[in-house]
């Protein structure tokens, strides 16, 4: 059984999700939440969860801080950004936040239940107008990578490195910060500047040029 939670808050989209999960019995919708705020503060009372479909644009807080938040507390929950938006900056913002998968709110039942299955056992799936959206600006960020050669030996600090190797072992921020004995803000702003060197969009992909670079 895949426990669910959606943070939805238009009550028709709702409803329509809803529905469309109801067709599956492996399915269980265990909580809702009209907003970000609201779904990371019903996530904490009850972290047993699987998978969250999360919406983008809601009042309080957006599903692409929500989900940003959500993965640093809880990396083990899937997270499926479902949405109307297909543009390039929500895309490029919700991939960048740790979403494991986008697709559209028109995508059909059987698609969905596929999304969960897919995304469940780690693959990334996106509705098809996402997906070559996607292509487009993970060629866009590979022209702007300088050549190997051109990259210095001493690409990252050392504590950049031994963050970037605490990282590669799937540690949350402030696991890492427990075991450098350094603040979480701290953390954080070191990884910022990791991403920059490496022009990284999402931890997959940091991770997979670090590798590219033996970096690690």
Same mark, same amino acid.
Do not use: C, W
């Given at each position: 059984?895949?426990?669910?939670?959606?943070?939805?808050?238009?009550?028709?989209?709702? !409803?329509?999700? !809803?529905?469309?999960?109801?067709?599956?019995?492996?399915?269980?919708?265990?909580?809702?939440?009209?907003?970000?705020?609201?779904?990371?503060?019903?996530?904490?009372?009850?972290?047993?969860?699987?998978?969250?479909?999360?919406?983008?644009?809601?009042?309080?807080?957006?599903?692409?801080?929500?989900?940003?938040?959500?993965?640093?507390?809880?990396?083990?929950?899937?997270?499926?950004?479902?949405?109307?938006?297909?543009?390039?900056?929500?895309?490029?913002?919700?991939? *960048?936040?740790?979403?494991?998968?986008?697709?559209?709110?028109?995508?059909?039942?059987? !698609?969905?239940?596929?999304?969960?299955? +897919?995304?469940?056992?780690?693959?990334?799936?996106?509705?098809?107008?996402?997906?070559?959206?996607?292509?487009?600006?993970?060629?866009?960020?590979? +022209?702007?990578?300088?050549?190997?050669?051109?990259?210095?030996?001493?690409?990252?600090?050392?504590?950049?490195?031994?963050?970037?190797?605490?990282?590669?072992?799937?540690?949350?921020?402030?696991?890492?910060?427990?075991?450098?004995?350094?603040?979480?803000?701290?953390?954080?702003?070191?990884?910022?500047?990791?991403? *920059? !060197?490496? *022009?990284?969009?999402?931890?997959?992909?940091?991770?997979?040029?670090?590798? +590219?670079?033996?970096?690690?």
């Amino acid at each position: 059984m895949t426990k669910i939670a959606i943070v939805e808050d238009n009550k028709v989209a709702l !409803k329509s999700l !809803k529905e469309k999960l109801s067709l599956y019995p492996d399915i269980s919708i265990v909580i809702t939440a009209e907003n970000g705020k609201s779904g990371i503060e019903k996530i904490e009372q009850n972290s047993d969860i699987d998978l969250i479909f999360m919406d983008i644009e809601m009042p309080v807080m957006n599903g692409i801080d929500a989900t940003f938040v959500m993965k640093q507390k809880y990396p083990e929950i899937k997270i499926v950004v479902i949405t109307v938006y297909d543009d390039d900056d929500h895309i490029f913002r919700a991939i *960048q936040a740790g979403a494991d998968s986008y697709i559209l709110k028109d995508t059909k039942a059987e !698609k969905i239940h596929e999304t969960i299955i +897919d995304t469940m056992a780690g693959g990334a799936v996106m509705s098809p107008s996402i997906a070559v959206k996607t292509l487009k600006l993970l060629r866009k960020s590979s +022209d702007a990578v300088q050549p190997q050669s051109e990259m210095t030996e001493n690409l990252l600090s050392a504590r950049e490195s031994e963050i970037l190797e605490l990282l590669s072992k799937g540690l949350t921020n402030k696991v890492i910060s427990e075991q450098l004995f350094i603040s979480p803000f701290t953390v954080k702003r070191h990884i910022e500047n990791i991403y *920059q !060197k490496l *022009q990284a969009h999402n931890r997959t992909e940091l991770l997979q040029k670090a590798r +590219d670079r033996n970096l690690f």
